[in-house]
T-cell receptor
Framework: DQQVKQNSPSLSVQEGRISILNCDYT??????FLWYKKYPAEGPTFLIS?????DKNEDGRFTVFLNKSAKHLSLHIVPSQPGDSAVYFC?????????FGTGTSLTVIP | ETGVTQSPTHLIKTRGQQVTLRCSSQ?????VSWYQQALGQGPQFIFQ???????GRGNFPPRFSGLQFPNYSSELNVNALELDDSALYLC????????????FGSGTRLTVV
């Protein structure tokens, strides 16, 4: 049972434009949400997180939005850069368990 | 500050064999978690260790077992390997209570033939 879903396997965006990556979840008990970025042959690296008590968290070019009523999470990257090309995983946690989505492959076109 | 290191990076085993994967945690981290990432899927939680005790387990059979050592390094053991065990195995360390998630290793690619 996939509790965290990323329905877009891939996304292509022009350099300088906004990238929006989406994530849906089913478990209302999740209390923490994270985004990870993964380059080929490397492990995922932590990007940004948000607590369930907030609806927005910003860190430089990266902003995560949480809509609890819709059980929806999104990551905005503005402006997108070619170095942002990677697979992005959203994850949600309850207790000490993290549940990951299947990932979205972002390609930023120069 | 060293990151999380995993060994070996690649491994080929025959169905029915046993395998041990190793992980060295990031300095200062006391919790280690193991994940299985099948092709095209997100990482799936196997289990977590804190202070050498199992501290949570995902939906994996008992033939998946682990250890955490006093220096917080860890092993993942899989007995009676099946073809479906072929995957990338990721180790992640963290500091219990940290709000910043995990630090992942680069993974061990296990192929069962």
């Amino acid at each position: 049972d996939q509790q965290v879903k990323q329905n877009s396997p891939s996304l292509s965006v022009q350099e300088g434009r906004i990238s929006i990556l989406n994530c849906d979840y089913t478990n209302s008990m999740f209390d923490y949400f994270l985004w990870y970025k993964k380059y080929p042959a490397e492990g995922p690296t932590f990007l940004i997180s948000i607590s369930s008590i907030k609806d927005k968290n910003e860190d430089g070019r990266f902003t995560v939005f949480l809509n609890k009523s819709a059980k929806h999470l999104s990551l905005h990257i503005v402006p997108s850069q070619p170095g942002d090309s990677a697979v992005y995983f959203c994850a949600a946690s309850v207790g000490n368990q993290f549940y990951f989505g299947t990932g979205t492959s972002l390609t930023v076109i120069p | 500050e060293t990151g999380v290191t995993q060994s070996p990076t690649h491994l080929i085993k025959t169905r029915g064999q046993q395998v041990t994967l190793r992980c060295s945690s990031q300095s200062g981290h006391n919790t280690v978690s193991w994940y299985q990432q099948a092709l095209g899927q997100g990482p799936q939680f196997i289990f977590q260790y804190y202070r050498e005790e199992e501290n949570g387990r995902g939906n994996f059979p008992p033939r998946f077992s682990g250890l955490q050592f006093p220096n917080y390094s860890s092993e993942l053991n899989v007995n009676a390997l099946e073809l479906d065990d072929s995957a990338l195995y990721l180790c992640a360390s963290s500091l219990a209570g940290s709000a910043y998630g995990y630090t992942f290793g680069s993974g061990t690619r296990l192929t069962v033939v």
